[in-house]
Structures are given as structure tokens and as C-alpha cells.
């Protein structure tokens, strides 16, 4: 009795080229398959990056053969002494390498119909593994190679992206289809977050996370925050949307306010919903970010209805004229202070009649200024309630301390309408 082949459910890409490692080349390859087989309802477990060389093909797919269902290599199948990956399949399987007719005719062709005779190291390119499987290159001459070892699949694409593309749809998508049937939307969620680190989170959640085995939740920091994916730990265990609906939300209580979106939304789209949705306004001073707050508070359409004006006096002096800052002030203080942070917010509030002002002085670098030190940041937001001033310590170059005081002082207009209503 037969048995049906088991499905596709996670896989490994291994990405093969001297010119990805010395920066020389992107690898968008790899962003473009992890979301074809996601799609596909497939997890990738692994990406790896590795040189032409023989003996680390073989080390690579031989490792994660035994971790996956399926891997795909791209790159490595040229025609020149560094492409190795016909050879490190041959070696890793114990075959021969032998050239196929059929495919070698089709190269031949190729040639003579552009009327250029065939380089003789062209005829590499129809060399496959005994037993081997071609899939057709519509977009190139090197084919896919498709075998089956150690009950892994193995798929081996040309790095060319249009070629892989190609291979992809033509053959990667039509063989996880006949093993798993029609893809399934393979089911997550995503929270977004603001207001703690990657670590602090995950801590956040660790008993939530010893609770509830099955859900899987991986923390993914980037410049809008902290962002949780949220899926089931086996997708081959079935899994309703109900489940991840709860999880979520279970999640969301874990960490309160620290949650600003639910619906993979920006940090600004959301401020922009709470002030359309309170009828509120907002005005800007921004000293330190040069107008990166306003910009982002003006974003999305419609953000006339809450967006009063802006205010940029970089200058000490500016901030005296344009704000009316009082000059003494500065002088007792300095710039980068809680005293003129407050008086910023205040005068933005006042002068454009908006219900919220919201302030932001400090130091970007690369020097420390007024004695103060590279990545310290006041941000105050004045209302009808008072006026609260913050300070952080921002770390990294002058761009991403001025990206996360314009993010951070959203969010504390976010916090503000969520606590007041409005």
C-alpha cells in the first residue's frame, strides 16, 4: 500500500552568491519567496546566506533537510567556475551529473535562432542530477532543479529574479498546491505597539506565552514600534480565526496602552482617527525634528480637519520671535530643557487656537549641546487639562533620534484622547 506524499508546511531558503555577502547585490529574492510561500500557507523556519562554494551548499542543504519539508536555493547555476550548485546537488545525493537531451537541444536552439553559436560552457546549463527534475526557465536558460532527498524537497532556482519569479509561479506554487490541495490563508494576527522594546515586551508576555503553548508570537522590531505576529505554533493543527481572535485580544489586555493598533495601522493613521473621531485639533513646535512631527500629522487626507499649523524655530532666537518664548527663559534654562519644552507647546496651543500643543526640543548629535547629551528629548503636549512634559533618552545616529521623538510624541497625543475621550 502507498502511501500519499506528506504535505508542505515549512521551509528553508538558502540563498547561494559571494555578491549577496560583500553588500555588492540586495537580496530581494528572498523577501519575494517568503511572501509566495506564506501565501502558499507555508512558514519559511530559515534564510541563509552562503558563499559559491561547494562544500557550504552541501554542509546547508544537507543541515536543513532534516529541519524542513522543503527547501529552495537560488543562485549557483550559471556557467562559470564559481556557479556550484549542479555539482554540490550531484555530491549531496550521490549522483552523477548527466546532460539531458532534451533541454540541451532546447539551449541549442535558443542560440541559433538569435544566430550566435552556442559557447561550448553553455552545454553546462542542461547538466542535471540523475533522476533529477527540470522545471522549465520561460524567462532564461538555466531550469529549475527539482529532487527529492532525505524526504525533503529540494527546489534550486537561478538567482536572476525575473528567472526565479518565473520558477516560482511554474513550479514552487504548483507543487506545494498538489501536496497541501488549494492554498489556504494561513491565519495571523498583528498587534502594533509603541512605548517599549523588543526585550521589555517579550517579558510582558512571558507568562501569557507559558499559558498557551500553541500560539506562536514573534517580535519584530522596526522603526513603527514593536509589531507581534501572532499564529499558531503547527499549522498543521487546525486553527479557527475565533482561536487567533482571542489570542489577540488576550494579548492586547497583557499589554494595555502599549497596543495602538490591531489592523497593522500607522501610529499617525490612528492619532488621525481619534482626533476626526473627538472633533479635537492639533498644533506643532518642533525644534529638534525640524517639522518630522508635522509632516507625519499630515500624512493622510482629510488631516486639515485636525491639523492647526506648525511651528519650526530651530533657533533659540526663533523661538523667542515666532513662539514668544520668553528670553530669559532660554537663558536660565537653556533650548533643551523642560521649562522651554512646556512654553513651545503652550505658545503652539495658544497661537493657532488648536486643542493640543505639542512640543519637541533635544539633542540629535552628533555633539551634545548646552552640555546636554546626544539623544536627550523633551516633548510636552499642552491641552485645557494642563500641560505634561516628558524626557527620554533616545538611542542611535541623528535620523532615528529624531524619528522616534516625532513617533513618541504622537503617541502621547494618542495616550491623551484614549484617556480624556476626546
Known sequence: MTTSPRPITTAAVITIGDEILSGQTVDTNFTYLAKALHSAGVIVNSHLTITDEEERIVEAIARESSRVDLIVT?????????DCTRPALARLTGRDLVSDPELLGEIEVFFRDRKIRMPAMNAAQAALPEGAQKIMNRAGLAPGIHITWNDCEILSFPGVPGELRALTRDGLLPLVEARNGPAEVLLERSLSTWGKGESQVARALQGWERANPDIKIAYLPES????????????????????????????????????????NEELDEVVGYLLILYKKTVATAESLTGGRLADYLTSRGGSSRYFRGGFVPYQAEAKVRDLGVPRELIEAHGTVSHEVARAMAEAARMRTGADYGISLTGVAGPEAIEGKPVGLVYCALASSQGTDVRDWNLPGDRNRIKDRAARGAINQLRLALIRAGG
Request: proline share 4%; glycine share 10%; charged share 30%.
Open 74 to 82: 537560488t543562485g549557483g547555476l550559471g556557467i562559470t567556475s564559481d
Open 224 to 263: 513603527r514600534g514593536v509589531t507581534l505576529r501572532i499564529r499558531a505554533r503547527r499549522p498543521s493543527r487546525p486553527v479557527s480565526s475565533q482561536d487567533l481572535d482571542l489570542a489577540a485580544r488576550d494579548i492586547a489586555d497583557q499589554l494595555g496602552d502599549l497596543v495602538y493598533s490591531t489592523r
